[in-house]
């Protein structure tokens, strides 16, 4: 079993910067990739950045050049870099992982809100 914590969110203005982190915890599982994914009311939940344990990413087009994500060298935490955000980026994120057996794991969500 893998236990997901997530931290970081809040309520930034226009063009400002948040730092999402997700420590993954447990024993017995490798991970494949880790990620975060978004959600707003009535749509359904979508990627915005993907890391492989090998260290190649992933981005949705809305997030390319503004949003950055990585993976400590432990390969049980990742972060998610947003700069420059705008009221679109509004949404709960969340972190999910994936092992190597091809088992998801999702985080609680972290809501995001971003001010005109």
């Known amino acids: 079993q893998v236990q997901l914590v997530e931290s970081g969110g809040g309520l930034v203005r226009a063009g400002g910067s948040l730092r999402l982190s997700c420590a993954a915890s447990?024993?017995?599982?490798?991970?494949?990739?880790m990620g975060w994914y978004r959600q707003t009311p009535g749509k359904q939940r979508e990627l915005v950045a993907r890391?492989?344990?090998?260290?190649?990413?992933a981005y949705a087009d809305s997030v390319k050049g503004r949003f950055t994500i990585s993976m400590t060298n432990a390969k049980n935490t990742v972060n998610l870099q947003m700069n420059s955000l705008n009221p679109e980026d509004t949404a709960v994120y969340y972190c999910?992982?994936?092992?190597?057996?091809?088992?998801?794991?999702w985080g609680q969500g972290t809501q995001v809100t971003v001010s005109s």
């Open positions: 447990g024993s017995g599982f490798s991970i494949n990739a």
């Open positions: 890391v492989f344990s090998s260290g190649s990413t």
């Open positions: 999910k992982v994936e092992t190597i057996w091809a088992s998801e794991y």
